[in-house]
């Protein structure tokens, strides 16, 4: 890895998220999205390591994915934000000294990455599809179950409610399990995560249905 392009990778986002209106006026948000983005990109990580890529390359990729909310959004903002952030990637990654093929594989998976559509001429590498493959997989951990439950409000619901939250959620991780992925390495952490996240609403609803009756 090249920790100056990964450092200087790295001030140039957090810039970007400093100067933003809206991010400034929402530190929480700031402070969320910088945390994603460095979990995307540790994710990234370990897959070029397993997968041959070129470790800086992904690094760098996954740490620009979202650099768009530096932007307010608009109608159609949340949509755009994958090209978004490639158009604004490309000008930054020529100034790091990037060849224009690595630039415009770089900027493909981060422009593909919310909706699969690029808006410019790219190839869907392995490489490429890694981007989105890192967000999502980010979506299913550990904090990402605390922090679902809060946004849900699954501690004011009644126990109804609960259960069938519970049992719905459950139904969506099974059908999201077999997802495919870019490369055998990112397939393996998805079902590994979304594994552990079946596991706790199993339990989280075996433990609902314990409580009001003798369960089988």
């Not at 006026?25 to 945390?35: G, M, N, S």
């Not at 490369?183 to 979304?194: D, F």
Request: hydrophobic fraction near 40%.
């Amino acid at each position: 890895m090249n920790r100056e392009t990964v450092s200087k990778t790295e001030a140039f986002i957090k810039q970007k998220f400093n100067e933003a209106a809206y991010l400034s006026a929402h530190p929480e948000a700031r402070d969320y999205r910088l945390e994603h983005t460095y979990r995307v990109a540790n994710i990234g990580r370990m897959i070029a390591r397993e997968e041959g890529f070129d470790e800086t390359e992904t690094i760098v990729a996954c740490l620009l994915h979202d650099v768009s909310y530096c932007e307010e959004f608009g109608e159609n903002g949340w949509r755009e934000h994958g090209r978004r952030a490639a158009a604004i990637a490309r000008p930054f990654l020529r100034e790091l000294g990037f060849p224009e093929d690595r630039i415009n594989d770089i900027c493909y998976g981060i422009a593909i990455h919310v909706d699969d559509e690029a808006g410019f001429p790219g190839e869907r590498t392995a490489f490429a599809l890694t981007v989105g493959d890192a967000d999502n997989i980010d979506r299913f951990d550990v904090y990402r179950i605390h922090e679902i439950l809060a946004k849900d409000a699954f501690l004011e619901k009644d126990f109804a409610e609960k259960l069938d939250y519970s049992e719905k959620r459950l139904a969506r991780l099974n059908e999201l399990r077999e997802m495919p992925m870019g490369t055998k390495t990112a397939e393996r952490i998805w079902r590994e995560r979304l594994g552990f996240y079946i596991e706790f609403f199993e339990k989280l609803l075996l433990q609902l249905k314990s409580s009001e009756t003798i369960v089988d």
